[in-house]
């Protein structure tokens, strides 16, 4: 029996989701999502190839997204216009999480000299909610928004962690993952076990995984009704901190922290 094509198999999956689901506009923002640091400007083509729709339906959605704005082309080329940040903007503007933790990860960076975030999972990445450093020697907006591999950052192992049983492993089996540095777990047994140990004891220590000289320490930020939404984390240079001393300074302060929180995240 012949192979259902991938657009076949993708018209089947949507038809099955009822007339409500919105198959253009699914397909304006897988559009949308392709470009990236990665394909910063695409042709054509190389939408249709980063997003596996036809040419004609790529060419439909590139020239609605420029018509709205969102996109500009310049000969065979098509961009991401300033105008996207509104979708960024309005989250942030909307997202309580954001609201509230953002002034928290300024004023910890600024006390205690070290950068402070919070992430949410985003399927395999996280994604910097809000961010503080000691020094302001780059715009804190420029890491708002910044994507790392869930599976070697602490932020990432305490909020896979916090996921239902069995969906972390699920997680991992769907999206291999790759070395960051020569030290990045990438076993997938070794990886469960440090989520597991990362459940166990209500945070996690990455040091030198994702980036080379640097150490993370990360709990979980738990809403009101103890269901995790986000982590909290601070980082620093592996030279100044070592694990255990991150440990021992930095835990207490970040438990306390993610305790105070949870009346007030909804």
């Known amino acids: 029996m012949p192979r259902l094509s991938a657009e076949a198999s993708r018209n089947r999956e949507e038809a099955a989701l009822g ?6 506009l699914a397909r304006g923002l897988a559009v949308l999502a392709a470009f990236g640091a990665e394909r910063r400007p695409m042709t054509l083509a190389e939408a249709a190839r980063a997003t596996g729709l036809p040419r004609a339906t790529a060419r439909r959605a590139l020239f609605t997204l420029a018509h709205l704005g969102f996109v500009e082309a310049e000969g065979r080329l098509f961009r991401l216009t300033p105008r996207v940040l509104r979708l960024a903007s309005g ?30 999972l985003d399927g395999p990445e996280v994604v910097f909610v809000a961010y503080g450093q000691p020094a302001r020697l780059m715009p804190v907006n420029t890491m708002i928004g910044t994507r790392l591999p869930a599976h070697c950052t602490a932020l990432g192992r305490v909020l896979l962690a916090a996921l239902p049983a069995g969906m972390a492993e699920a997680l991992i089996a769907a999206h291999p993952p790759a070395a960051v540095t020569p030290r990045t777990e990438t076993d997938p047994a070794r990886l469960g076990a440090a989520i597991d140990a990362a459940r166990a004891e209500g945070h996690a220590l990455v040091e030198e ?3 080379l000289g640097f150490v993370s320490l990360a709990v979980p930020l738990r809403r009101y ?6 982590a909290l984390n601070i980082g620093a240079p592996a030279a100044l901190h070592t694990r255990v001393a991150l440990a021992e300074t930095f835990l207490p302060l970040l438990r306390e922290e993610a305790a105070e929180l949870q009346a007030q995240l909804l």
């Open 91 to 120: 989250y942030l503007g909307a997202n309580g999480i954001s609201t509230l933790v953002q002034p928290r990860c300024e004023r910890i960076a600024v006390a205690h000299g070290i950068a402070c975030s919070v992430a949410m």
């Open 225 to 230: 009704d103890g269901r995790v939404v986000a």
């Open 209 to 211: 995984e994702m980036e």
């Open 19 to 24: 007339p409500d689901y919105s198959e253009a």
